[in-house]
């Protein structure tokens, strides 16, 4: 089992930064793969970015390429995803999720989630 914690989330501006956190407790020595997904109000949860827990290798929805960065401090347990240049488009509810097996980085089927953090960008 592993529990995941998203933080990190809030009110900016268009334009502006967020760090989102996603702190990982448990069997953290098994995850192969985290990622972060979202979903706004009205549509389906889409697929952001993931990083692969011990080579690092990390994956981007074109969306966001060039202004989130995914990173992890295998130390502290914990994955991050920098949000820069912010649109009012990125406004939704973000989660972290984990798994065990080898997966391709944005299928949906996850093994374990978070309980989502909100990000609200103004415009």
């Known amino acids: 089992q592993v529990q995941l914690v998203e933080s990190g989330g809030g009110l900016v501006q268009a334009g502006g930064s967020l760090r989102l956190s996603c702190a990982a407790s448990?069997?953290?020595?098994?995850?192969?793969?985290v990622a972060w997904f979202r979903q706004a109000p009205g549509k389906e949860r889409e697929f952001v970015a993931a990083?692969?827990?011990?080579?690092?290798?990390?994956y981007y929805a074109d969306s966001v390429k060039g202004r989130f960065t995914v990173s992890r401090d295998n130390a502290e347990n914990t994955v991050y995803l920098q949000m820069n240049s912010l649109k009012p488009e990125d406004t939704a509810v973000y989660y972290c999720?984990?798994?065990?097996?080898?997966?391709?980085?944005?299928?949906?089927?996850?093994?374990?989630w978070g309980q989502g953090t909100q990000v609200t960008v103004s415009s």
């Open positions: 999720a984990a798994d065990f097996r080898v997966r391709r980085p944005s299928t949906s089927s996850y093994q374990y």
């Open positions: 448990g069997r953290t020595f098994s995850i192969e793969t």
């Open positions: 990083i692969r827990w011990s080579g690092g290798s990390t």
